[in-house]
């Protein structure tokens, strides 16, 4: 009976499996189990996590929605004879079956997170980097296009990842955030009415003493009278600590509580820390000077692209998300997960101004974020280079640090919203050297691969058959393209529908639709923005993933 069943031995090879089965050995048999295979191998390898022997979820998504991607066990009812036998079919361990289990639809386009994962391995290879990790966002949902991590692995073969390999670190790690702090200052001190972005402040030449302590600015730099927005253009650490002044502590920590740091985001995966946020009633004068430079607060990468997204998103925050749906076997969308508004921050005005301020860190040519600049595209973003702590001597260290670019583009409208760090970087350790280029060349590459409307001469998107993610369908467009969605001579975009909003849609534009496949549109042909064909045939190709 079941009661008395156990395992031998378990994920055999065939041959062995053939040999058992030859020598009919009563009491042995050989079962047949499911195993769980990713086909994209390391692609986004820390997201979607893995499962153990058991088909249980271990880590990543695999995980958290264990769940619904294993269906819930269903207790079966046996008719027994006189002599109490069960009455049942002759089937193998028949006490239960599994009931109805989904697939995940993922807000993760598996082509943005290729590029992303290729881009910052060959950054972290290039710096001679302990390791890194990047993130792209949607600022105005929250959807999650890519996460990578550096260290990846390979989820087919989790018996063999370490556990220090396997974490992912943009949600579980926690950082001082150094410069990258200092735009959510600044939008307190605008929102507050404090300063304003003509306002200037004595920068003491490069030296500040607050109690104890001398506050310098980075390399050393010697800064006379700066302007608001020149604080934030050169970095300037003094400049921060006078504005923080002028705000407040109790105001700024409430605003740093508003951006969401000191508690998780929310993101619906596995292993999210909160960082660590002081009680503004035990911040001494010092704490609140280095604070408004990101030192002495921990912040986990996820907070910080969420935070910049809110400021992206015309100062609303927006949760992140993972998943937009479950899908069953057929098909069909069963449950659909829709962005999540967290609350608003600052004013639209204010966000604005911000992004405007933002843009001179990228855009001049003595900003210290020139290296992120894309060509005809206005980019506001920050860079960051924060110290690391040594516990052994109780300090900073000098020479390990994070370097850090976030930035969101076009900065008069944005759509995408981007973070990348480099831990350690043995080469050129400074944010704006080492971070903002690969920030500059992801962002570039998205323009170039995928159709967008970004650019003043948008290009044309190129045929992709669209990678899959297990359980997943590559279905996210990277961003809407409005012209095709208001000129009703242009092709308009699909990806991402389901075959009952394509018909809609097709119907609205007078367009004939030939459906290929189910789930969610990959690809289509003619292409997005594409002018009309003659015959108003569009193809659209839908996946459902496996």
């Avoid at 082509?111 to 105005?140: T, W």
């Avoid at 669209?466 to 393209?481: E, H, R």
Wanted: net charge positive.
């Amino acid at each position: 009976g079941v009661k008395n069943f156990c395992w031998i031995a378990r994920r055999i090879a065939p041959e062995q499996a053939a040999r058992v089965t030859e020598a009919n050995i009563e009491g042995v048999f050989i079962i047949k189990e499911p195993k769980r295979f990713y086909p994209s191998g390391e692609l986004a390898g820390h997201l979607i996590g893995f499962v153990g022997s058991d088909a249980v979820g271990l880590e990543g998504l695999e995980l958290k929605y264990d769940k619904q991607l294993r269906g819930t066990p269903e207790k079966l009812q046996w008719t027994r004879d006189a002599k109490g036998k069960k009455l049942y079919p002759r089937v193998k361990r028949p006490e239960s079956t599994v009931g109805e289990n989904y697939n995940l639809i993922l807000t993760i386009d598996s082509r943005i997170q290729h590029l992303v994962e290729s881009h910052l391995k060959a950054a972290v290879k290039a710096k001679g980097a302990k390791g890194g990790y990047a993130i792209v966002m949607d600022p105005r949902s929250g959807e999650i296009l890519a996460l990578a991590n550096e260290m990846g692995f390979d989820p087919n073969k989790f018996s063999e990842v370490n556990p220090a390999t396997g974490k992912n670190k943009a949600i579980t790690d926690c950082f001082d955030p150094g410069s990258t702090f200092k735009p959510f200052l600044a939008a307190a001190a605008l929102e507050e009415g404090v300063v304003k972005t003509t306002d200037t402040f004595n920068c003491e030449n490069g030296a500040y003493r607050i109690a104890d302590r001398v506050i310098h600015e980075a390399q050393r730099k010697r800064h006379g009278t700066l302007s608001f927005r020149e604080i934030l253009k050169y970095s300037s650490n003094i400049g921060s600590v006078k504005v923080g002044e002028k705000l407040g502590k109790e105001t700024f920590y409430d605003y740093i509580r508003k951006f969401g740091f000191g508690a998780k985001t929310g993101i619906d995966l596995p292993g999210e820390v909160s960082g660590l946020l002081r009680p503004v009633e035990k911040w001494t004068r010092v704490d609140a000077s280095t604070i408004a430079f990101g030192q002495g607060i921990s912040v986990t990468a996820i907070q910080l692209i969420t935070a910049l997204s809110a400021i992206a998103n015309q100062g609303v925050l927006m949760k992140p998300f993972i998943v937009k749906g479950l899908m069953d076997r057929k098909g069909k969308i069963v449950q659909t997960y829709h962005p999540t508004v967290i609350r608003r921050v600052v004013s639209p005005e204010t966000a604005k101004t911000l992004a405007s301020i933002l843009t001179d860190v990228v855009g001049a040519k003595d900003g210290t974020g020139k290296h992120a600049r894309i060509v005809n595209i206005a980019v506001a973003g920050k860079t960051g280079t924060s110290q690391k702590f040594d516990f052994s001597r109780h300090a900073y260290s000098s020479e390990r640090v994070k370097t850090s670019f976030m930035g969101f583009f076009p900065a008069e409208d944005p759509q995408l919203s981007i973070l990348v760090i480099l831990d350690e970087p043995q080469r050129d350790k400074w944010g704006g050297v080492a971070a903002a280029p690969v920030f500059r060349e992801i962002g570039e590459q998205l323009l170039t691969r995928f159709r967008t409307n970004l650019r003043d001469n948008p290009v044309q998107e190129e045929e992709h058959p669209g990678m899959k993610v297990n359980l997943v369908s590559a279905s996210v467009p990277l961003v809407a393209d409005k012209t095709a969605e208001t000129d009703d001579s242009l092709t308009p975009d699909f990806r991402g529908m389901t075959i009952r909003e394509v018909l809609k849609k097709s119907k609205e534009k007078g367009l004939k639709a030939r459906i290929i496949g189910s789930g969610w549109a990959t690809s289509q042909k003619p292409a997005a923005g594409a002018p009309m064909p003659n015959d108003r045939l569009c193809t659209v190709t839908f996946s459902v993933g496996s």
